[in-house]
């Protein structure tokens, strides 16, 4: 059974930053590009950013380019997103997912293979 637990959210004000993880169980991701979506109240779920399976290669959203990092560690199965300089426009359910890819490809490519239970990430201005 695949598992990914996302932790790391939680309540900042804007202009701070904040660090998600998300670690997967019962299977390796080294042969998969992971991903990083997020979902705001009433509106549909979204890729923030795509890391390919070597770390190599990332794809990011327009709105979180400059500001957000992805970044993952294949030994321990982990795959993290750095979010700077946080908006209140970021405000949303984080997911993390394991993409049906090698590579890093853009939104309207991306199938998912697996996906986290979500971690809140609320920007007060």
């Known amino acids: 059974q695949v598992q990914l637990v996302e932790s790391g959210g939680g309540l900042v004000q804007a202009g701070g930053s904040l660090r998600l993880s998300c670690a997967v169980s019962?299977?390796?991701?080294?042969?998969?590009?992971m991903s990083w979506f997020r979902q705001a109240p009433g509106k549909d779920r979204d890729l923030v950013a795509i890391v390919n399976w070597s770390g190599g290669s990332t794809v990011y959203a327009d709105s979180v380019k400059g500001r957000f990092t992805i970044s993952r560690d294949n030994a321990k199965n982990t795959v993290d997103l750095q979010m700077n300089s946080l908006k209140p426009e970021d405000t949303a359910m984080y997911y993390c997912?394991?993409?049906?890819?090698?590579?890093?490809?853009?939104?309207?490519?991306?199938?998912?293979?697996?996906w986290g239970q979500g971690t809140q990430v609320t920007v007060s201005s």
């Open positions: 019962g299977r390796t991701i080294r042969h998969y590009a």
């Open positions: 997912a394991v993409a049906a890819t090698r590579d890093a490809v853009p939104a309207s490519d991306v199938e998912i293979l697996y």
